[in-house]
């Protein structure tokens, strides 16, 4: 099955730089990829997702990017701020058949210092 | 539209007690998925339901954990004879297969076995 890795496990950045998270995935047929924030105590809220026939997609201060080769993705998040603090979880899955279950990574906790 | 709905929020059972946890998803949702996370953990995909049927339950543990999402009513998570191990939040996930793979999450149930 479908494996999803994200590193690093936290990171912490000052408001107003650029927050970059990484994520790989074993399967070669995974062909959707949203990226999930949660905040403590609340639920995993989709922010941005990317289908595998695009490389790149951006809304406002977040970007994902997506390399099918290296089975790899990105969230960029540009001009953080103390908001943008939470729990970040990657996802892939393949939309076969009726099965469009989605495999998450372990999560990344972003910190923004004022 | 409410959303996807969770009940209880909380819920506080003592060893070997039985838990029921109850998800309503969204409007015009047929897909329900089942997710346990862990304190600093990602989420652990546990069960696939559509209406009357179960699509996947690879991840559910085959002992005392079982899972329904009836014709009439919500989904229903039941985990008998609870250990202190069970100490999760169950969130429940709704999508429309039709409209594109993305999920909504509900709010979560904190389950708490003392």
């Known amino acids: 099955g479908e494996n999803v890795e994200q590193h690093p496990s936290t990171l912490s950045v000052q408001e107003g730089d650029s927050a970059v998270i990484k994520c790989t995935y074993s399967?070669?047929?995974?062909?959707?990829f949203p990226w999930y924030k949660q905040e403590l105590g609340k639920r995993p809220q989709l922010i941005i997702d990317?289908?595998?026939?695009?490389g790149e997609k951006k809304d406002q201060r977040i970007a994902v990017t997506l390399n099918k080769t290296a089975k790899h993705f990105s969230l960029h998040i540009t001009e953080t701020q103390p908001e943008d603090s939470a729990v970040y979880f990657c996802?892939?899955?393949?939309?076969?058949?009726?099965?469009?279950?989605?495999?998450f990574g372990k999560g990344i906790t972003l910190s923004v210092r004022p | 539209n409410a959303g996807v709905m969770q009940n209880p929020r909380h819920l506080v059972r003592r060893r070997g007690q039985e838990a029921r946890l109850r998800c309503s998803p969204m409007?015009?949702?047929?897909?329900v998925y089942w997710y346990r996370q862990l304190p600093e953990e990602g989420l652990k995909f546990m069960v696939y339901?559509?209406?009357?049927?179960?699509?996947?339950e690879s991840g559910m543990p085959k002992e005392r954990f079982s899972a329904e999402f009836p014709k009439e009513g919500p989904s229903i998570l039941r985990i008998q004879q609870v250990v202190r191990g069970d100490s999760a939040a169950y969130f429940c996930?709704?999508?429309?297969?039709?409209?594109?793979?993305?999920?909504?999450f509900g709010s979560g149930t904190r389950l708490t076995v003392v």
């Open positions: 996930a709704s999508s429309a297969f039709r409209e594109g793979y993305g999920y909504t």
């Open positions: 399967d070669s047929a995974s062909n959707y």
């Open positions: 990317i289908r595998s026939n695009v």
């Open positions: 996802a892939a899955t393949v939309r076969a058949g009726a099965n469009s279950k989605l495999t």
């Open positions: 409007k015009g949702h047929s897909h």
């Open positions: 339901l559509q209406k009357e049927n179960i699509i996947d």
